[in-house]
T-cell receptor, first 112, second 113 residues
Framework: QKEVEQDPGPLSVPEGAIVSLNCTYSNSAFQYFMWYRQYSRKGPELLMYTYSSGNKEDGRFTAQVDKSSKYISLFIRDSQPSDSATYLCAGTSNFGNEKLTFGTGTRLTIIP | DAGITQSPRYKITETGRQVTLMCHQTWSHSYMFWYRQDLGHGLRLIYYSAAADITDKGEVPDGYVVSRSKTENFPLTLESATRSQTSVYFC????????????FGPGTRLLVL
């Protein structure tokens, strides 16, 4: 079993819709959880990160962690075509973020 | 230019050849990482380095060698390339001050024939 599981998609939604991206993890030692966005043929870029359980909001993006169920979510409100990308979740137990463990990524397309 | 760069961006080689992928960062970050990205596996850590002359294995180190004689450079060598090493390789760096300080390079697409 992979430490971080993520539905690879692809996921297609119309512009303006709310998008929900999800991951599950199995390593109880994970304390930090990240979401990366990766455009085609580019390197991943950090979108958001959270520590332990709870929500974090940044503009149209909300990251949510439920440690009791080992569930990580990213919500995108008012989705835009520019949000079309692959989204990767990751977890780590170390503040220095060495040894990030990634999910496989979900490919998202926002249809204008 | 400031940032993290990788070279070459694309490489085609043959089975059995030695290949070196270069990574250079201008932030003087202490940590550097090499990942490979494959369909169905996502990003997997190959090797990482906490400082110059300090390296350690990640999840998939077999067939790879790294060195870090200077803080800004972290080359990855495939000693004898195999077809299973066909992948996209990403270098990243971090100053160990939180996830927001980790940055990825643009990647190197490697094809082993």
């Amino acid at each position: 079993q992979k430490e971080v599981e993520q539905d690879p998609g692809p996921l297609s939604v119309p512009e303006g819709a709310i998008v929900s991206l999800n991951c599950t993890y199995s390593n109880s030692a994970f304390q930090y959880f990240m979401w990366y966005r990766q455009y085609s043929r580019k390197g991943p870029e950090l979108l958001m990160y959270t520590y332990s359980s709870g929500n974090k909001e940044d503009g149209r993006f909300t990251a949510q962690v439920d440690k009791s169920s080992k569930y990580i979510s990213l919500f995108i409100r008012d989705s835009q075509p520019s949000d079309s990308a692959t989204y990767l979740c990751a977890g780590t137990s170390n503040f220095g973020n060495e040894k990030l463990t990634f999910g496989t990524g979900t490919r998202l397309t926002i249809i204008p | 230019d400031a940032g993290i760069t990788q070279s070459p961006r694309y490489k085609i080689t043959e089975t059995g050849r030695q290949v070196t992928l270069m990574c250079h960062q201008t932030w003087s970050h202490s940590y550097m990482f090499w990942y490979r990205q494959d369909l169905g596996h996502g990003l997997r850590l190959i090797y990482y380095s906490a400082a110059a002359d300090i390296t350690d294995k990640g999840e998939v180190p077999d067939g790879y060698v790294v060195s870090r004689s200077k803080t800004e450079n972290f080359p990855l060598t495939l000693e004898s390339a195999t077809r299973s090493q066909t992948s996209v390789y990403f270098c990243a760096s971090s100053d160990n001050a939180g996830p927001e300080t980790q940055y990825f390079g643009p990647g190197t697409r490697l094809l082993v024939l």
